[in-house]
């Protein structure tokens, strides 16, 4: 079975115990502009090595190469089913990049 491409959908980070929400699929330019504007988005359903490049792609398409930071999944202040994501190094736009990894995806 060939491996599956990321999908990028418009994400929704408000859920109980830090779950991410995928919302609809979007393009990356859509992510781009909705990252710009302060929304999260989630990259999903490829590798987890796959999905990192894509949503730090993503995030540096909004706030330039060098400038976006990696942060683990928010488990102690957010919840258990948080996801790892990017951000931008300095606020604003507010939002995250998030990612879905082999072991932890969105709802």
């Known amino acids: 079975m060939p491996p599956t491409q990321p999908t990028i959908c418009f994400a ?11 919302g609809p699929t979007c393009s990356k330019a859509q992510a781009v502009a ?14 987890t090595v796959d999905n990192r490049k ?9 706030v330039g190469t060098g400038n976006a930071k990696e942060d683990p999944p928010h488990v102690i202040s957010a919840g258990p089913d948080a996801l790892p994501h990017f951000q931008p190094k300095m606020r604003p736009p507010a939002g995250h990049s998030f990612f879905e990894t082999n072991m932890q995806k969105a709802k």
Do not use: H, M
């Open 12 to 22: 929704s980070a408000t859920g109980p115990n830090g779950a991410v929400y995928r």
């Open 34 to 47: 909705f990252r710009a504007a302060g929304q999260d988005i989630v990259v999903c359903d490829g590798s």
């Open 54 to 62: 894509l949503a730090k792609e993503i995030e540096e398409s909004v």
